[in-house]
């Protein structure tokens, strides 16, 4: 059993940055890939940013390319998303999870694990 807790949401205004942070529970968080998605108010959960085991695949929604960077320190059994260039429309929760792959991913019903959510809210 992994467990996923996530931190680093808030507030900010269009424009702004903000950078999530999710700490994995396990030494073997290494060996999974994982990914970060979203749930707005009334709409499904939608994927955002994988990153596979190694680090060194990415995988980026189309909406947040060039704005959103998904990372990982595995020293610190830690992901990340930078998010920067903030819009309204990227209001959600944001959820990181984890998979039992090394491969990463959009689909989520391929992730076995999952945090709490953070709530990220941008102004306009």
């Known amino acids: 059993q992994v467990q996923l807790v996530e931190s680093g949401g808030g507030l900010v205004q269009a424009g702004g940055s903000l950078r999530l942070s999710c700490a994995a529970s396990?030494?073997?968080?290494?060996?999974?890939?994982m990914g970060w998605f979203r749930q707005a108010p009334g709409k499904e959960r939608e994927f955002v940013a994988a990153?596979?085991?190694?680090?060194?695949?990415?995988d980026y929604a189309d909406s947040v390319k060039g704005r959103f960077t998904i990372s990982r320190d595995n020293a610190k059994n830690t992901v990340y998303l930078q998010m920067n260039s903030l819009k309204p429309e990227d209001t959600a929760v944001y959820y990181c999870?984890?998979?039992?792959?090394?491969?990463?991913?959009?689909?989520?019903?391929?992730?076995?694990?999952w945090g709490q959510g953070t709530q990220v809210t941008v102004s306009s």
């Open positions: 990153l596979s085991a190694s680090g060194g695949s990415k």
């Open positions: 396990r030494r073997t968080f290494r060996s999974y890939a």
């Open positions: 999870a984890a998979r039992d792959s090394a491969i990463a991913t959009m689909i989520p019903e391929r992730y076995h694990y």
